[in-house]
């Protein structure tokens, strides 16, 4: 089994940056994806980065530009560093981690960003 732990989420003025970051921890797979979406109120969960445990990475087009996801593998933990945010930004972001065998999500953080 895997837990996450996530962290970084906050208030930040539009134009600003905020740094998320999900480690992971317990039973894990050497090939793994970790990641992130968020959810807005009233809106369905969007997928918007994710890295696999080769570096191989998947950035939405909402997010492309701004934000930027790395990982360290020896410490199990993916990071979201996102620059240039948007009130459009402010959502519930969720962590996951996905093996050949399980997925596990986060507990989420919010990030709100004010105009």
């Known amino acids: 089994q895997v837990q996450l732990v996530e962290s970084g989420g906050g208030l930040v003025q539009a134009g600003g940056s905020l740094r998320l970051s999900c480690a992971a921890s317990?039973?894990?797979?050497?090939?793994?994806?970790m990641g992130w979406s968020r959810q807005a109120p009233g809106a369905q969960r969007e997928s918007i980065a994710a890295?696999?445990?080769?570096?191989?990475?998947n950035i939405a087009d909402s997010v492309k530009g701004r934000f930027t996801i790395s990982r360290d593998n020896p410490k199990s933990t993916v990071y979201l560093q996102m620059n240039g945010l948007k009130p459009e930004d402010t959502a519930v972001y969720y962590c996951?981690?996905?093996?050949?065998?399980?997925?596990?999500w986060g507990q989420g953080t919010q990030v709100a960003v004010s105009s």
């Open positions: 996951y981690y996905r093996s050949p065998w399980s997925l596990t």
């Open positions: 317990g039973s894990i797979s050497s090939i793994n994806t």
């Open positions: 890295i696999g445990s080769g570096g191989d990475r």
